[in-house]
């Protein structure tokens, strides 16, 4: 049997055309004390690698930095509702559950502190006046916001990813920013996933990124290499 062990070079980092990209930093998926939500899904995966301790050390190092750091959230209105298409498995779980829900996309009334607000520690990063957080993505991957267009409007050409759900959003991100042509490290550590009968989430995406990403870093090496970009 043939084993696909060839690996490129390593992604080298670029202060001024490198940015930091995240997928749903909101309570829905990080908020512990909120019950019935996308969290319950990811929580042991989120204590098992010190997820959210690993998210916050790269966005406060980001910020110190003055890396560009760009936020994609997933929200939906009440409209989107009147989508006729059947959705997959865990579209229609979520949709059960009133996931990311908000009331409007202008009417902030109920929006704090709602699952679909952004998580608490974080905020001191996403709303820091520097940080863009973009439209929200509806479903998985960044083809239906303008990610692709902050990206591009910041010459950036290196893209560094992390968030909460690593085979379904931040996955199809990924694809999404690679296709449009972006070199795209993938840091392994700030990361989580779902499991189900068939297997682990988390290891589903550590198989697909080996072979698509330029590179697969821990937060810890991430680290050093964002620090080690701006002096040189």
């Known amino acids: 049997m043939f084993t696909f062990t060839h690996r490129n070079p390593e992604m080298q980092l670029d202060k001024p055309h490198t940015a930091l990209v995240l997928a ?27 997820v959210i301790a690993n ?12 890396y560009y750091i760009i936020h994609s959230p997933h929200w939906y209105y009440p409209t989107d509702l009147q989508w006729n298409l059947p959705p997959g498995a865990i579209a229609d779980y979520l949709a059960s559950i009133g996931f990311c829900g908000r009331k409007d996309p202008v009417d902030l009334e109920g929006f704090h502190a709602s699952r679909a607000d952004y998580y608490e520690p ?20 960044c ?6 267009k902050q990206l591009r409007m910041r010459r950036v050409q290196k893209v560094v990813m992390a968030g909460p759900v690593a085979n379904l959003c931040l ?3 990924m694809r999404d920013i690679i296709d449009s042509g972006f070199e795209v490290a993938m840091v392994r550590d700030a990361v989580a996933a779902p499991v189900n009968e068939e297997g682990d989430g988390y ?30």
Request: hydrophobic share 35%.
């Open 143 to 148: 083809s239906t916001n303008d990610v692709i």
């Open 24 to 50: 749903d930093m909101q309570n829905e998926f990080l908020e512990e004390k909120k019950s019935g939500t996308y969290y319950e899904m990811i929580a042991d995966a989120l204590k098992k690698r010190n």
């Open 55 to 66: 998210l916050d050390r790269l966005l406060q190092t980001a910020q110190k930095l003055g």
């Open 171 to 173: 996955e199809s991100h």
């Open 203 to 232: 290891e589903a995406a550590m198989v697909n990124w080996r072979f698509m990403a330029n590179a697969v870093w821990t937060t810890e090496d991430t680290v050093k290499r964002l620090e080690a970009a701006v002096r040189a």
């Open 122 to 141: 974080f905020k001191k990063y996403l709303m820091d006046g520097h940080t863009c957080n973009t439209s929200p993505h509806k479903h998985f991957g």
